[in-house]
């Protein structure tokens, strides 16, 4: 099997500190996508948010991983108000691990870069 294998993503304590990212950004309005692993020191670390149709969209998924050291995170969150759902993800993309997510990490970074500018131009 190889090394980069699909099920070779882990989560757990270890990668808290990848996670973490993700809640920072109501404090770090400059952040641009990608960003520094707190672990292997390369520029490989996305976010992503999706939100719950289901409870008015105020919460949803969220998601913190490092492509190069392959730790995420991913749990409920309350999204930022700032965040637009990505309109073109691939249906299969909201899974647990961030499999799908990972191979359109370059238009998800893009993404979350423009709604950012975008906010920051609101306010
Ligand atoms: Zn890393």
Known sequence: MDSRDDCDWR????????????G?????????????????????VHLFFHRNPY??????????????????GHGLWKIPEWW???????????LFAPIIMDQIAKRIDAHWN????AY???V
């Not at 996508?33 to 390369?42: G, V």
């Not at 409870?55 to 995420?72: H, I, P, V």
């Not at 637009?84 to 909201?94: F, K, S, Y």
């Open 11 to 22: 989560d757990g304590r270890e990668f808290d500190e990848i996670y973490h990212i993700l």
């Open 120 to 122: 920051r131009h609101q």
């Open 114 to 117: 423009r709604v950012r500018a």
């Open 24 to 44: 920072t950004q109501w404090t770090a309005p400059t952040l641009v996508l990608p960003a520094r692993c707190p672990r292997c020191d390369t520029m490989t």
């Open 55 to 72: 409870n008015d969209g105020k919460t949803g998924g969220g998601w913190a991983w490092c492509s190069q050291c392959r730790g995420f």
């Open 84 to 94: 637009l759902d990505m309109p073109d993800l691939p249906d299969n993309a909201l």
